[in-house]
């Protein structure tokens, strides 16, 4: 697969180009914000679609089997974690599943742990559903992200609910096996449900290993993971994701609330997507990985050049943490001074809530020849400082 060729996306709907205007006042802006990729999905996946499209009728459709074991394969395979077929409860989207989450499994004026800097729906599913945001602010420290773990046992004692980003959003963490049984003895100790979002999972750099929250002993009682091919597999569009609840009781009361609001209907294209992508796609994500690795070198290589924009060693996903305090900026004017001077759109790091304030995150999984433009400007509009 060869990942170079840009692909014009004017006239898909695509969120990415097509709110340009709106979000950043021009239209003209390299688009490097929504965490979907400027690139080609896996082949198998593209033509499984095409295949089930040439057939003239799309009716109503019942679960297939293959889309179970489809994603049970990928886990065993992926991550070493067993998962059985009962255990899968198909959703409509893993932001859905999360803000169902915390409407099933807590009250109002609940308390809910989130780890900031954090991707915003972790926000707003605990605010929309009236419950208590309980900050646990990772720490930074030369130019790597921490768990605070005497905060984090802290809010446990008035916590129900724990939203773990794991790998983490935007700083790109890649939790290690200890960290992850620490966090799972606190939960287990005050009673806190875990809601873990893995969608970043099979996206980790080389030299570091995903290993799914629930797939520990001690967490799987009580932890709810939810994951998709979305962000793997570039197919964000078709609207696909699951949970894997081991606890009997808790996939229960989950797969209730999505039965009772139709949100779990089986969807024709996400399941022949979903099993293309776990059963036939394996070659096409190393090669993908690979490139995404090149474009992250190249990056670094181009801000060694302009100091005052530290990235950080990212571990994970192809979304790269800038840290721009340097640049001596407020927030507003630092995303305007990105939009007007160097014409890129990126997300301001104050969207990520606490801790996010003089950061950009910059999503790279795009063709050289673009990040080579963006790059360039970029560093016109730095000189130019």
Request: charged content about 25%.
């Amino acid at each position: 697969m060869k990942f170079d060729k840009v692909i014009s996306r004017e006239g898909t709907y695509s969120e990415k180009y097509e709110a340009r205007e709106e979000k950043f006042g021009r239209a003209d802006v390299i688009p490097l914000w929504v965490a979907d990729m400027d690139l080609p999905t896996a082949p198998a996946i593209q033509k499984a679609l095409l295949e089930r499209m040439e057939h003239p009728i799309y009716g109503y459709t019942a679960y297939h089997e293959g889309y179970f074991e489809a994603i049970a394969g990928w886990m065993r395979k992926r991550h070493g974690w067993e998962v059985s077929h009962r255990e899968i409860v198909p959703v409509s989207s893993i932001v859905t599943a999360l803000t169902l989450a915390v409407e099933v499994f807590s009250s109002k004026g609940d308390g809910v742990i989130i780890q900031p800097p954090i991707y915003p729906p972790f926000y707003s599913a605990v605010k929309r559903q009236k419950r208590k945001v309980l900050e646990n602010t990772l720490l930074y420290k030369e130019g790597h992200y921490e768990i605070d773990f005497e905060d984090f046992a802290a809010k446990a004692i008035e916590a129900k609910l724990f939203l773990f980003c794991s790998p983490h959003n935007p700083t790109g963490r890649v939790w290690k096996r200890w960290e992850l049984e620490k966090i799972a003895r606190i939960c287990r100790e005050n009673g806190v449900l875990i809601i873990s979002d893995e969608v970043h999972a099979d996206l980790v750099h080389e030299g570091c290993a995903h290993t799914p929250i629930a797939a520990l002993d001690e967490a799987a009682p009580v932890t709810v993971t939810l994951n998709a091919p979305s962000k793997t597999f570039n197919v964000a569009g078709i609207v696909t994701a699951y949970a894997i609840v081991q606890n009997d009781t808790l996939r229960r009361r989950f797969s209730e609330i999505f039965s009772r609001y139709y949100l779990s209907e089986p969807s024709l294209i996400s399941q022949t997507a979903t099993i293309a992508a776990y059963t036939e796609s394996d070659l096409w994500l190393e090669e993908l990985k690979r490139y995404l690795s090149e474009n992250l070198a190249y990056l670094h290589e181009g801000f060694a050049e302009m100091p005052k924009i530290k990235p950080l060693e990212m571990e994970s996903t192809f979304l790269l943490w800038l840290d721009c305090r340097d640049l001596g900026m407020d927030d507003d004017a630092l995303q305007r001074w990105f939009v007007d001077e160097a014409g890129l759109g990126l997300n301001p790091g104050i969207s990520f809530g606490k801790g996010g304030a003089g950061f950009m995150r910059l999503n790279y999984a795009v063709p050289r020849a673009v990040l080579e433009k963006a790059m360039a400007q970029l560093k016109r509009a730095y000189d130019g400082l």
